[in-house]
């Protein structure tokens, strides 16, 4: 083991260096090296300003760097990859083929071992790496983080044209390459992947020959990256479809359905769209509605096909589904969304929607469980979306869809990012990203409180700093028989910090 902690070079997608020297390497020493590979506010605010948006160079420095830890994208087809894009569903459609996959492994036989990666984590980083369905350790985590960040140092000029000499990929760029050198090393011979931001010029579109690629629900978000419609949205997803390679989606708004078809024409891809599996019927898909039923239907095709691939003698059943596909669809777990925690005095419903239609699906959840339940106490919100202006935009269909129902929330709290009153930030949390003078003034919630007192004058809205805080103001919103039902929404950060304080531990 090596005594010290590097620090990062510069490079042309590393401006700042913040990480602390240590003499040892530990996983808090890799989370802050990583840490320091973000992006700072002021560079993103500067390429916005500029209008630079991703473009091929991107998956070209990918194929650099992958080439400095030693792999050639040929090795990434022992990873069997099944490969998902799209605006929402995307991690709880790699959710249900991991846990349908993991119910294979169990078995023995094949896959041996499977690997998932996910983004953005929830709770702590390595919970983006997974194999047979738990985040790595600690410890493993470290191990190959830092055997990453030193076959970058030491092959720094390979393939210099397409990555700067000795530059280091930017924060989900690592954990991207990071994953590959995990799964190889580790044996895994299924893995499951989604994309970051888009498809086409995302760092995990350096594979080549998915297995499958599965396309979820499309919609609106990362407009400045991917476009501000959804055809030109589509464009970036249908990126990964790859020849060779079957693809397949859901039922799509006929612009995005357009694209996909088109490129898929384009690339000679058979792109089979899907309607909810019948087959389902028969199983409990949680939560019983239909958004999640279109990921399910989206993960029985492609764990099927990665079956096959694997396993010759696999041959999909068209009327019914095998066990391992029924307990992998009913037992998934994937936290923060719509999970329901109860507390003496408030039932949490907590969701990490965060886009214009998933609040929308986020809302109608709560009040249907709501509605479920006798009498009721106060209805809650707490809401974040830390550095979007548009997000004040996601305000209006979570508090009329609510409303609709003839009663809306009576209090409405908005809170930043920050977990705790007196620490601050959980390491896995920090964020350069931001702008902390935004978060300092509050200046974003204050928009959406002024937004929120327009769309409903009778509600009580609150700002308050810090997540926890937020979360005792709810609990003393309690009073009589009835529970507070409180929705935490707008955010995975928000809503991974306040499962962490709800839990009064690392929840993972
Ligand atoms: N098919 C869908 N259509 C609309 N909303 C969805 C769909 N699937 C999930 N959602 C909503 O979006 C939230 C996030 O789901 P999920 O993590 O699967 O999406 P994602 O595509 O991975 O999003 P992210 O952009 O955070 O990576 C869920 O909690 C749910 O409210
Ligand atoms: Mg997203
Ligand atoms: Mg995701």
Redesign the pocket.
């Known amino acids: 083991m090596a005594t010290t902690t590097p620090s990062p070079t510069r490079s042309a997608t590393t401006r700042t260096t913040r990480t602390t020297r240590t003499t040892t390497r530990t996983y808090n020493d890799a989370i802050d090296a990583l840490n320091s590979l973000q992006t700072p506010y002021a560079a993103i605010e500067a390429r916005r300003r500029a209008g630079i948006r991703p473009d091929a160079t991107s998956v070209r420095e990918m194929r650099a760097y992958l080439a400095r830890i030693g792999y050639t994208p040929r090795d990434l087809d022992r990873l069997n990859i099944v490969h998902v894009a799209?605006?929402?569903?995307?991690?709880?459609?790699?959710?249900f083929v991991d846990s349908v996959l993991s119910r294979y492994q169990r078995r023995g036989g094949s896959p041996r071992r499977v690997g998932l990666f996910?983004?953005?984590h929830l709770i702590a980083v390595r919970e983006r790496i997974r194999i047979n369905s738990a985040p790595i350790s600690e410890e493993l985590f470290a191990k190959y983080f830092f055997d990453v960040w030193d076959r970058l140092e030491a092959n720094a000029d390979v393939a210099a044209d397409d990555a700067a000499p000795g530059s280091k990929p930017i924060y989900a760029r690592y954990l991207t390459l990071m994953s590959f050198h995990v799964f190889l090393s580790e044996g895994v011979d299924a893995a499951v992947y989604?994309t970051?931001i888009g498809g086409e010029y995302d760092a995990t579109n350096v594979v080549e020959h998915p297995v499958a690629s599965g396309i979820?629900?499309l919609?609106i978000?990362?407009v400045f990256v991917l476009g501000d419609t959804v055809d030109k949205i589509a464009w970036h997803k249908a990126g990964i479809m790859k020849p060779g390679s079957p693809a397949f989606t859901?039922e799509q708004v006929p612009r995005a359905a357009e694209v996909l078809k088109a490129r898929a024409a384009e690339k000679g891809v058979g792109l089979r769209v899907l309607d909810i599996d019948p087959r389902l019927a028969a199983v409990k898909i949680r939560p019983d509605a239909t958004?999640?039923k279109?990921?399910a239907t989206l993960a029985v095709a492609l764990a099927e096909t990665a079956l096959r691939r694997l396993d010759p003698s696999f041959s999909p059943d068209p009327d019914a589904l095998p066990r391992e596909f029924v307990d992998g669809l009913e037992q998934v777990v994937?936290r923060?969304?719509?999970e329901v925690k109860v507390e003496d005095h408030v039932i949490w419903h907590v969701?990490?929607?965060?886009?214009v239609?998933?609040?929308k699906?986020?809302a109608r959840?709560f009040v249907g469980e709501c509605a479920g339940r006798a009498g009721g106490g106060p209805r809650v919100l707490i809401f974040n979306q830390q550095g979007r202006a548009e997000a004040v935009d996601f305000l209006d269909g979570l508090c009329n869809t609510v409303k609709d129902t003839g009663r809306g929330f009576e209090h409405v709290i908005f809170c930043t990012n920050v977990t705790y009153a007196a620490t601050g930030y959980k390491r896995d949390f920090v964020n350069h990203q931001h702008n902390p003078a935004d978060i300092e003034k509050m200046t974003q919630q204050r928009v959406f409180a002024d937004r929120w007192k327009k769309l409903d004058p009778s509600a009580n809205v609150m700002l308050i700093p810090t997540i926890e805080e937020a979360i005792n103001a709810a609990r003393g919103l309690a009073s009589g028989e009835h529970k507070v039902q409180a929705l935490i929404?707008g955010s995975?950060h928000l809503v991974g910090g306040a499962l962490g304080i709800l839990e009064s531990a690392d929840a993972l």
């Open positions: 799209g605006t929402k569903g995307k991690g709880s459609t790699c959710a996910t983004s953005p989604e970051g979820s629900t919609g978000d990362h859901v958004f999640q279109k990921n994937w923060g969304r719509c969701d990490g929607a965060h886009t239609d998933s609040l699906m986020a959840w929404t995975l």
